[in-house]
């Protein structure tokens, strides 16, 4: 399905919120999500199936004033 | 000095971490600033990019960090982004940046105290980028912020303290709040004439991250900082018009 990741579309597999980070290769990284503009902390990304034109946001630390 | 949300700081000085020519010079910058707060931020992550090593690199400076929301433009951008800072950066502290005009990036003090709110309720330990507006610190106070950041001169400027009378008067109002003078400082000076006024922190970050020689001129802050909170509270002088002659003039020598 294709999703859009970070403002790009991409087309991935997964659905499951954390196995889709798996498979974007996020794995163990220090990231925070958002789906559809709402975040989503940590513990409940295994609750989080993402569907066809979901937009999903990863962020990380960053140089910052 | 006073404590920030029930922390005690090792030193006045906040420093951003943006802008440096290398992740080697920021650390050198940090370690001769003695900064007591290191700023950061979140951005668009890809796979194996650049935010790990950041992580790893400022995990290493020691001292509290404290994210910030910089780039929000409304309530709902702010609240969910220091949402995703808090779960990142492990720390219930937000530096809420919530900006209204392009231009001068002065913050949106309507969206701001709807934000503050918000995150409090929450649980958050909200520090506001603000403007020295005595009513808007008030509504910030009541919903809850124990710590107010007006700025000195847009962010990035380098103009220094644009209303010094402005903060006097914040200094004047809020006498137990900790007040952080939060953008606009362009060299030491400026910091220390904000110390003088009483504040209790200044954050800076260009200022130092732009200099020709960073490690250098956060030395520089350093010694500003502490020269002027060391000036406040030795309680200076108050100036005057007209010369007031410091040598005395009873026995003088009568020689004309």
Known sequence: MRITLNGEPRDVTAARLTDLLDELGFGDARVATAVNEQFVAVADRAGVIVAEDDRLEIVAPMQGG | ?256
């Open chain 2, 1 to 256: 000095m006073r404590a920030f949300y029930e922390t005690e700081l090792t030193s006045s000085l906040m420093l951003g971490t943006a802008g440096y020519p290398s992740p080697a010079i920021l650390a050198k910058a940090f370690k001769a600033s003695g900064a007591g707060v290191c700023t950061v931020s979140l951005r668009r992550e890809s796979a194996g990019g650049a935010g790990q090593d950041f992580w790893a690199l400022i995990r290493e400076l020691g001292i509290p960090i404290l994210p910030n929301t910089a780039g929000c433009h409304t309530v709902k951008e702010a609240v969910t982004t220091a949402h995703m800072a808090r779960e990142v950066f492990d720390t219930p502290w937000i530096k809420l940046e919530v900006i209204g005009h392009t231009d001068t990036l002065q913050p949106d003090v309507f969206a701001l105290v709807e934000a503050a709110r918000v995150l409090l309720e929450d649980g958050f330990q909200v520090f506001p980028y603000t403007t020295d507006d005595l009513v808007v610190g008030e509504k910030l106070l009541a919903a809850g912020c124990e710590v107010l950041m007006p700025w000195g001169a847009p962010i990035g400027s380098g103009l220094g303290l644009n209303n010094e009378y402005a903060l006097r008067a914040m200094r004047s109002e809020f006498p137990e709040v900790p007040l952080v003078v939060d953008a606009g400082i362009g060299v030491p000076s400026h910091a220390a004439r904000a110390m003088e006024l009483g504040f209790d922190a200044v954050l800076l970050n260009t200022a130092v991250s732009q200099a020709g020689d960073p490690a250098q001129m956060a030395r520089a802050m350093a010694l500003a900082v502490e020269a002027g909170r060391a000036a406040f509270q030795a309680d200076p002088m108050e100036p005057r018009d007209m010369a007031e002659p410091s040598t005395p003039v009873i026995g003088k020598a009568f020689l004309s």
